[in-house]
């Protein structure tokens, strides 16, 4: 017996202390996650601290100067204020649209539901690079709006002329981010209880008032992630304000990269870069703060 | 002419019909359930009446009105949801006062009448908490406050007590019939419950399969259930099949296992059997000799006040619900006799085929 016992293949060894082995097991999606996001970050962020001159290229140093530029600096003043502006006017678009849209939708009869909701999300499949391109046929200076308004001679056709303008702007990054916001509110919508309508009906109030005062006040979580997730794209946005605001009108995206690939001022592209994340980041967890406080109480 | 009266109510989806011919009479201030089982049609009636639900045939009167085709808000009906359908964003005051916003109450006057009704199902101490801050029976009150506070004609219940525990169950039963009586209000209950029931309401409408089986007082419902279904339905009872055999006088002789019973048969039958209900708190264990019955005991569960026996006996297997009386009864095993007083035994109507 003790013989046969012997024969038995051992524990085999352990090469490392169990403890160990969770953080062994996510070790490659941490490395693959440092390397591609964490290092440039980090990168960015030493490079905004560094000097830049025309004749000599970056120079390694440690200073605040490209900060104190952007923080002094009326033009910069304006790109940063047009981005936000520009963001929020997006966020109300957004709420103005997929709001209502994700109501309809929910409402909708079995078959054309979830095709509609297909229909609304499928732009997220084509690049936004192309969508875009497609609001430049559309908006354009002999575009699509200024025919149709001259053919109906409503007005002359540079009225159509929508290019290099906040509207344009706005226009094409509501189309391209209002799914965003319809999924969010979808999300919220589908955890109503249905008879709380009918509760609303049964007391008295009409299809408005149960929409304003009974329907919206509990999707609000959802209406308000998903402002959260728009502004943060339209702040940050490059591909549209780049192909319909060129270098006329400049977002902070544009004005880094601008920094970047013309004037060959890195560290000062860097500084804008890193201010538009640390104003972002500012922005979404004060935001998320604040609605976390309101509805703990009500929602959950 | 009567306060609530539905004539002929019908839905269908499609080739399904959800509610067949529903013709009811209801009196003003009456306390009337819908009984039945999931799947009667007693959710599509009820739905029909509050007008989330448009009938495909018939016709409901309230107060001599017909409302058939009223929209929902403005039939003015109070209705407690099984869910409770509370608002989860308004607290207890705002929930209660919504219905009277909607009304244009005056602010004084609405003040007044909330902290009135909140009295009545003693919440006043809770009336600034949210929904989810509140326990399960407490919700159900807030509901019935809501729809309470608005003074309506007739109050709908939608399976209230079901998300409720056993223990809170019984307490809000109480509770709830307490309060219909002294708020006076005309009420309509839907239920699966047979005890919820028999025990609030002045009249029961069993139903089954989007039809109405039986209209009648609880009592009535209970003792002398008109058909196979309502009998097994509402309250526990042991179905059982005797043979028609000879006539004397106005009594004929009906066999059932080994005993043979003197009754008295309404009517001709067309075939040679008839069914028999017998209830299990009606049947009697005794011994072996001068029982009516001969049986085996099978099981014996010990419920606390009472002992559930399944026996099996000549004319079938039984139940037979005995009150514990402190001593322990027969054991599993036990050859006994089964008997019962003359009027335990009560006769179904033949099944009209057709």
Redesign the interface.
């Known amino acids: 017996m003790a013989e046969l016992a012997s024969t038995l293949p051992a524990t085999p060894p352990r090469f490392f202390p169990k403890s160990l082995t969770p953080w062994l097991l996510s070790a490659p999606g941490a490395i693959f996650f440092l390397m591609l996001l964490g290092m440039p970050l980090l990168m960015t962020l030493v490079l905004s601290f560094n000097n830049f001159d025309y004749a000599e290229g970056i120079i390694a140093t440690f200073s605040l100067a490209n900060y104190m530029e952007v923080v002094q600096d009326d033009y910069f003043h304006e790109i940063f204020f047009r981005t936000y502006v520009i963001s929020i006017a997006v966020v109300v678009l957004c709420i103005a649209i997929g709001v209502p849209e994700a109501y309809i939708l929910s409402r909708m009869r079995s078959p054309w539901r979830s095709l509609f909701l297909v229909v609304t999300l499928t732009p997220l499949l084509i690049s936004v690079v192309v969508r875009t391109l497609g609001w430049v046929l559309l908006i354009g200076g002999n575009g699509l709006l200024g025919k149709t308004l001259e053919g109906l001679g409503i007005a002359d056709a540079s009225a159509g002329n929508l290019m290099y303008t906040h509207t344009g702007i706005i226009l094409a990054l509501v189309h391209v981010l209002v799914p965003f916001m319809v999924i969010s509110v979808w999300a919220a919508l589908q955890k109503l209880d249905p008879s709380v309508e009918h509760a609303a009906l049964s007391l008295g109030a009409s299809h408005t008032t149960v929409f304003r005062r009974v329907v919206v006040p509990q999707i609000m979580p959802g209406i308000l992630s998903g402002s959260l997730i728009v502004f943060a794209l339209a702040a940050s946005a490059f591909a549209t304000p780049a192909i319909l605001g060129g270098r006329r009108i400049k977002v902070a995206a544009t004005a880094a990269y601008d920094e970047y690939l013309n004037t060959m001022n890195w560290p000062l592209g860097a500084s804008i870069a890193v201010i538009l994340l640390i104003a972002n980041v500012v922005v979404v967890m004060s935001y998320n703060r604040m609605m976390e406080r309101r509805f703990r109480r009500t929602l959950g | 002419m009567s306060y609530l009266s539905l004539t002929s109510l019908t839905k269908c989806y499609g080739p399904t019909t959800a509610a067949e011919d529903i013709t009811l009479e209801i009196e003003k201030g009456e306390f009337v359930s819908l009984l039945g089982p999931s799947g009667c049609g007693k959710t599509t009636t009820l739905q029909m009446i509050?007008?989330?639900v448009e009938p495909t045939r018939g016709r409901i009167l309230m107060d001599g009105e017909d409302i058939t085709h009223r929209k929902?808000?403005?039939?003015?009906?109070?209705?407690v949801?099984?869910?409770y359908?509370?608002?989860?964003?308004m607290t207890v005051v705002e929930n209660v006062r919504?219905?009277l916003e909607?009304?244009g109450v005056p602010t004084a006057e609405s003040r007044q009448r909330v902290g009135e009704v909140l009295e009545l199902v003693h919440l006043n101490q809770l009336k600034d908490r949210?929904p989810?801050?509140l326990s399960g029976g407490q919700r159900q009150r807030v509901a019935l406050a809501?729809?309470l506070v608005?003074q309506p004609p007739l109050l709908l219940l939608d399976e209230p007590l079901s998300n409720l525990d056993a223990k809170l169950r019984e307490d809000m039963q109480i509770e709830l019939r307490n309060i219909q009586q002294q708020v006076g209000t005309t009420t309509l209950m839907v239920t699966h419950d047979q005890s919820e029931a028999l025990s609030l309401s002045d009249r029961v409408v069993v139903m089954n399969q989007g039809r109405v089986v039986q209209v009648d007082e609880p009592f009535n419902a209970y003792e002398r259930p008109s058909d196979a279904f309502v009998s097994s339905f509402v309250g526990k009872t042991n179905l059982l099949t005797g043979l028609i055999g000879k006539k004397q006088g106005d009594q004929t002789a009906v066999r059932l296992g080994d005993a043979t019973l003197e009754l008295m048969l309404d009517g001709p039958r067309t075939s040679n059997q008839v069914q028999i209900s017998i209830r299990p708190e009606k049947l009697e264990l005794t011994d072996c000799a001068s029982g009516k019955l001969k049986g085996r005991v099978k099981t014996r569960l010990f419920l606390g006040n009472h002992w559930l026996y399944q026996v099996d006996s000549s004319a079938g297997e039984l139940f037979i619900t005995q009150p514990n009386l402190g001593k322990r009864g027969v054991a599993v095993g036990d050859d006994v006799g089964v008997s019962w007083s003359p009027g335990a035994i009560r006769l179904l109507e033949e099944k009209v085929h057709g």
């Open positions: 509050a007008g989330f929902p808000n403005e039939r003015g009906i109070g209705i949801f099984q869910s359908a509370l608002f989860p964003h919504f219905g909607m009304r949210y989810r801050e809501r729809a608005i």
